[in-house]
């Protein structure tokens, strides 16, 4: 019985003997780049090289470095040169993760379930030429329906995982770190030394602002002094 017949699929059965392994193999990579515009550009040119395609790019910038996220598809049999080709612009490597999948079965399993909806799809085709009556016609057109669609379902999973199988997947993140970066931490003392530096520079300043402020400040309390004399002896004379 078919799945569309109303009857759960049987269960997944082992690959029959000598069938060739399905594998999906995907990496992660991150490392630091000496020169990042440099590396770029020669990563890109091995993607190219594979015959694979950057999938996705996310370049971002910090205080303290700059990073390139790519998602890269390239050809499973030309993964292991790819990354070999990629690290040698590493000068750290944070990380290096490679994943293998072994989708035989399932590979399998779907081919024989595309294979049997073909065939059930092919005897319903003659029931619907044998069928006598509407009601007939319209039972089986439902059924019909019903295992192409499945059949759709199927045929498109087997092709994702053909893909998944032929392609190979590399997140690969690489950065390069700034001056700021790259300087040390200063000692406890140093930091210190470094604040008396810029408050004894800030007082200079100060002192040297009120120098330049100083013949204004002696003119505006002169005036003032002139001001309050008048004004007390205005009130003076008026008394």
Known sequence: MEEGDGLPAPA??????GTPRQIIRNADLRFRVAE????GQRIEAAVKTTGGMIARANETRSDDRIENE???RVPAPKLDWFL?????ESIFTDTKTITSEDVTRRYVDLQARVRSKQAAEERYLQL???????EDVLKVQQQLDQIREEREVQETELRELKTDVAMSTVNLSYYQQTERARQPDEPFFAQILDNLGA???LLTWALLGIFYLLPLLLV????????????????????
């Open 12 to 17: 997944p059965q082992p690959p029959p003997p």
């Open 36 to 39: 990042f515009k440099t590396s």
């Open 70 to 72: 790519l998602t890269i």
């Open 84 to 88: 070999a080709t990629a690290l040698k």
């Open 128 to 134: 619907l030429k044998q069928a006598k009556t509407v």
């Open 199 to 201: 408050g004894y520079g």
């Open 220 to 239: 505006g309390g002169g005036l003032l002094w002139l001001l309050l004399r008048w004004r007390r002896k205005w009130r003076a004379n008026r008394a």
